[in-house]
């Protein structure tokens, strides 16, 4: 599989455990992913509520350079980067002149890029739920989590809009994919894909603890003892609120690479354990 | 209490803020608004909002641009997309928030130290500049520019990322910036 990996910021600084676990677990059911040279930030949210086109550019630029390295996919782990990355290709695809002033701009700016197709974005659950698939790396765990009760959390930006591979509210690919790994999955968590308030609950505090306090509430409420993330955003949110929190608190939020790689009975360091201020119970 | 007029004077409507929207594919689509509420509902920050996703897209067709652009409401929006992928009229309400964020800052008409829009600004120019975030020097930044020690407390953010070694000061940046910049300024000519 050829593999092109777009860590983003927050995967080389508050997202670390993130980027370990992403890797220990592609490498440990054979996957290569080779990280995209000099890479930029994707823009986030912010670059759009400044710069619409800019904040094209920025992922285009990126879409360019995995196509150099002949990589098929890229593979963005951040729900942000995946959501800006898709963004881009499909406007790239589907909006000629949007399409020729990129191509042209870059051209002009010293590059050599033959305006030809760019790699598909996919976020690394999808690489392991579609093109890997759950029986495969059911035949890759070594130590079931028995017992365990994970609540699944999409948020929001890596299925909406665009929900090609699942549903935009009612989200299910997570859940079959912890599934394999033996825990018992909290499926019917209502607020799967409720927003934890992203880089808004960052700087203002209110509603942060209130739409976190919320999640982690409800998560208790059904019996779960950990919540599985796939975003950066939401697992720093989470965890930092609870610190806040009267009484709510202490429920380790993990990244799914994290859940997925000790059911493949990979070692704690590897997946970067020591990076969660809560840790789960059950470690190798 | 101070005495105030609660309500507009027709006359005193200005529709240019529509006229403007209408001229971008996104924001010519709130004329097919039918007022239901559904965004509102399902926003989870509408709660916070000085005027709630529904009527907000009520004021730009009422003439009240001036109210919309320097609104907290375009700023609490978080980009979930849960108004976007429910709104019966498939009206792309995220997008437009995000024009309308672009308008306000362009504009200066954003609420002045509100640290959202700083953070915004602070992140363009970073990015720009360097080609990627350094997210604790942009923590700085904002702390700096707003008064949001006042609403916020920022212990227990650093001391998850100090007692989990998450927290890095080293500046990130990729090998050429220059180029890059180079490339969005090509790219802010060309877009206008
Ligand atoms: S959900 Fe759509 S149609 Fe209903 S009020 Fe909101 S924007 Fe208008
Ligand atoms: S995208 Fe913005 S306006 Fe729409 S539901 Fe989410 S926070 Fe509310």
Redo the contacts with the bound molecule.
Sequence with gaps: MNLAYYPGCSLKGTGKAYEKSTLAVFSALGLELQEIPDWNCCGATAYMAVDALASKALSFRNLVLAQKMEAKWVVAPCSACYLNLFKARKEYLDNKPTREKLCRTLKKTGWEYECSGLPEVLHPLHVLTELVGLEKIREKIRRPLKGLRVVPYYGCQLVRPYDGYDDPVHPVKMDLLLEVTGAEVISDYPLKTRCCGASVAGVLEEPGLNLNGALIKEAKRRGGELIATVCPLCQFNLETYQRKTENAGRMPILYFTQVLGLALGLEGKALGMEHLLYRPRLEV | MEIKRTIAYEGELDKSLLTRLSALPEGNL?R?????????GVCPLSIYMDSS??KL?ALIREGFGKEVLSSFTIWLCSSCYS?TV????E?P?TEIMYALKRMALEEKTYPRRFPVPVLAREFYRMVFKEGRNTEALLVLRLLAKTNILKTFSYLPMGLNLMLTRRLSLKKEKISRPSQLRKFLEAIKEVGK
């Design positions: 709130i097919r608004c039918i007022q239901c509420g559904t965004c509102s996703p529904r897209i108004c429910s709104c019966p009229q009206i309400i």
